[in-house]
């Protein structure tokens, strides 16, 4: 029952004056989420047709058509059955068609609605041999061809393309199809869409096409790098094929032992408390013995003890020449490693001569070992060049083991996804509000430059002012909302060290002085934060960014003649307390918690006299909360000022370190040792 027929070549027939575009993946992914956000917003559709190139695509956006069916009329989903997908009539109607339709090759999603439609309608290009030189097998980069239009005429005829392609496989719904149809021929010719989002929607697209074409850039950079990384994404794409361990390790084993022709290389799972281990994965590049089905003694490997201690890799050139380095760093002769076979050691029963032991660890938990033997009277100085390779794969490695873990528990990590797309779509309302009044104020004063050329230069400046300023203000509030986005997920590496709480403060300061140089004149700013204070543990560029957003908001809201003072003293011996304090407006005694929500703002969105986001508290709580302390807010009333308390760990002594300094942030790049 399939059909060649194209939706685009048909539509583009049927309407000789269309001309289309090429879009790659990703901008197609924000145009139709675009789109579909529009219906979830509460604009009234009747229509909805989108068709998935194959299920797996539709499988990530189900929940999204499932919100969808409950603000449209008539819902019809498309795609090329995979596993369970199959023509059916539940809360929307789905059609199952032939992989070898042509439908297979296209992306469509079409909205109809009283006041409001839009479509997109795209055939996927197919890459050139010289494109396909030089992209990456990256799913982003496929590109399309294609019409996104608000055009109503445009819109009803791709919708009855796409309804007489349903009827072919769902003829069971032709009352319901001409239903629609007949709806569409007045729609053709009646309605118009209540909003113009087309000059930020071409902005978005050309933003994401000029991102594209960095990342392809990128990616002509690694095909020229050196034989190392090509080989590190070879082994990553390797081992990411797939989700089951075993085969993680049968690929890497292989690969890694290949590329650097050592006699033995072992990779095995294990934990900081085993003691055994058998072992399963094995590459042997010599004529020595196998250790597949061994049971490898760890609990009196000093190797092994070695690298869970110091969670590095160590290795050693000459087993029968070096001395041994136990854990308090005296020197004995080499011990044996483990149950004696024949009167032998395992370095002489499996003549291992050179040893080179890598863990594989995810956030300081060890998963695995990595292991390589140069055997016999083969001597191998380990060079950093193969000990940064070696290194490369275990985080690989690693990160594979901890998705093969994830993909187990898929049901809690749905439940997580659902949540997160929930606060997505509620910041998406609320962030769509807080864009739309800046860039309402930038149209206006560009369109009153461009069409008023004999404007008043005094006049002119205030629109150039009045634009810039409002672009600013959306500046800052993109760049408070990825922030609060990375804090929120997760994502955020934080790098704790000791530190004096009276740099970050001094830092501080100089940060909102200097942003409010030029601004009005400031309250008068007091520091009792004595240097004889201790250290404390904490991650000071995010301290110093907390500290300047309370003090930001602690001279927004209090008048030039007022007080604003930052003290700290010690809490309980565990940690440090600091107050900043203001003789502003002050906080309602109900209020005190809301002030930390998303967004919020103390005086409304539509009759503030203040500047700003509603994002610097929210920001300030996630920070502090990861960095293990507390912030909450005092006040008695309004105009009686406020008051913003917030703990840091104090630094636990260690004699034989030193404090750090905000001038020097560790590199982060992993230790090797020698033993």
Same mark, same amino acid.
């Given at each position: 029952m399939s059909n060649s027929t194209s939706i685009l070549e048909a539509l583009l027939q049927a309407l000789p004056d269309l001309r289309t575009q090429i879009y790659f993946k990703s901008s197609l992914t924000a145009l139709s989420h675009a789109m579909e956000d529009q219906i979830l917003a509460g604009v009234n559709s009747t229509l909805v047709i989108a068709s998935?190139? $194959?299920? +797996?695509?539709?499988?990530?956006?189900?929940?999204?058509?499932?919100?969808?069916?409950? +603000?449209?009329?008539? =819902?019809?989903?498309? @795609?090329a059955p995979e596993t369970d997908f199959a023509s059916r009539t539940e809360d929307y109607e789905t059609i199952a068609f032939e992989p070898t339709d042509a439908l297979a090759q296209e992306w469509h999603l079409v909205v109809v609605g009283p006041r409001y439609a839009a479509c997109l309608v795209c055939?996927? $290009?197919?890459?050139?041999?010289?494109?396909?030189?030089?992209?990456?097998? @990256?799913?982003?980069?496929?590109?399309?061809?294609?019409?996104?239009?608000?055009?109503?005429?445009?819109?009803?005829k791709a919708a009855e393309l796409l309804l007489d392609r349903i009827l072919l496989y769902r003829p069971e719904l032709a009352d319901k199809v001409g239903k629609a149809k007949a709806e569409l021929s007045t729609k053709t010719r009646t309605g118009f869409n209540n909003l113009d989002p087309e000059p930020f929607a071409e902005r978005l697209v050309t933003y994401l096409q000029a991102g594209q074409y960095k990342l392809i850039k990128a990616y002509r950079s690694i095909t020229a790098q050196e034989r190392k990384e090509r080989l590190v994404n070879s082994i990553t794409a390797a081992i990411r094929r797939s989700l089951d361990p075993n085969e993680i390790f049968k690929i890497a084993v292989q690969e890694l032992g290949q590329a650097l022709r050592v006699c033995r290389c072992l990779i095995y799972r294990c934990k900081e408390t085993d003691t055994h281990v058998?072992?399963?994965?094995?590459?042997?590049?010599?004529?020595?013995?196998?250790?597949?089905?061994?049971? /490898?003694?760890?609990?009196?490997?000093?190797?092994?003890?070695?690298? =869970?201690? $110091?969670q590095e890799a160590v290795f050693v050139d000459d087993t029968q020449a070096t001395p041994w380095l136990l854990n308090d760093g005296s020197e004995v002769s080499p011990p044996s490693l483990g149950d004696r076979s024949n009167g032998a050691s395992p370095i002489q029963r499996w003549q291992i001569q050179s040893w080179l032991m890598v863990p594989v660890i995810h956030q300081s938990r060890l998963l695995g070992i990595v292991e390589l033997h140069n055997c016999r009277a083969t001597l191998h100085e380990w060079t950093e060049a193969e000990l940064s390779l070696v290194e490369a794969?275990?985080?690989?490695?690693? =990160?594979?083991?901890?998705?093969?873990?994830?993909? @187990?528990?898929?049901?809690?990590?749905?439940?997580?996804?659902?949540?997160?797309d929930r606060t997505r779509s509620n910041l998406i309302a609320i962030t769509g509000h807080e864009l739309r009044t800046p860039l309402s104020t930038i149209q206006v004063c560009l369109e009153s430059l461009a069409s008023e050329p004999d404007m008043p230069a005094e006049l002119r400046q205030v629109m150039l002012q009045s634009a810039l300023s409002d672009a600013e203000r959306m500046r800052k509030l993109i760049q408070d909302f990825?922030?609060?986005?990375?804090?929120?997920?997760?994502? =955020?590496? /934080?790098?704790?060290?000791?530190?004096?709480? +009276?740099?970050?403060?001094?830092?501080?300061?100089?940060?909102? $002085?200097?942003?409010?140089?030029?601004?009005?004149?400031?309250?008068?700013?007091?520091?009792?934060?004595?240097?004889?204070?201790?250290?404390?543990?904490?991650?000071?560029? /995010?301290?110093?960014?907390?500290?300047?957003?309370?003090?930001?908001n602690a001279c927004k809201f209090t008048d030039p003649d007022g007080r604003v003072t930052i003290e700290a003293h010690e809490n309980g011996g565990q940690m440090l307390e600091v107050t900043v304090s203001d003789t502003g407006r002050g906080i309602e005694p109900n209020r005190l918690e809301v002030v930390f929500d998303r967004f919020y703002q103390e005086e409304g969105a539509l009759r503030r006299t203040t500047g700003g986001t509603g994002l610097g508290l929210a920001i300030c709580r996630q920070i502090i909360n990861g960095l293990g302390g507390r912030i909450w807010a005092e006040s008695n009333g309004k105009d009686q000022g406020s008051r913003f308390h917030l703990t840091i760990p104090i630094f636990q002594n260690e004699p034989s370190r030193p404090p750090a300094t905000l001038a020097k942030k560790p590199k982060g790049k992993a230790a090797k040792s020698q033993v």
């Open positions: 998935f190139q $194959r299920e +797996r695509f539709y499988r990530q956006e189900a929940h999204r058509y499932l919100r969808i069916s409950e +603000r449209a009329d008539q =819902v019809y989903v498309l @795609a055939k996927e $290009r197919q890459a050139t041999s010289e494109e396909s030189a030089i992209q990456p097998a @990256a799913d982003q980069s496929r590109r399309f061809e294609g019409i996104w239009t608000f055009d109503r005429r445009i819109v009803c058998t072992i399963q994965h094995e590459y042997l590049g010599a004529a020595v013995e196998s250790l597949v089905g061994q049971e /490898w003694n760890l609990g009196s490997n000093p190797l092994f003890q070695a690298v =869970v201690q $110091r794969i275990a985080t690989q490695i690693g =990160v594979a083991l901890i998705q093969a873990e994830a993909y @187990a528990n898929l049901e809690d990590l749905n439940q997580q996804l659902e949540a997160l990825l922030t609060l986005s990375e804090l929120e997920s997760g994502r =955020v590496k /934080w790098h704790l060290e000791p530190l004096p709480l +009276r740099e970050c403060v001094d830092l501080a300061l100089s940060s909102v $002085r200097a942003r409010q140089l030029h601004n009005n004149r400031l309250p008068e700013i007091t520091t009792q934060v004595s240097p004889e204070l201790p250290l404390v543990q904490t991650d000071g560029e /995010w301290l110093v960014e907390v500290l300047s957003k309370l003090l930001d």
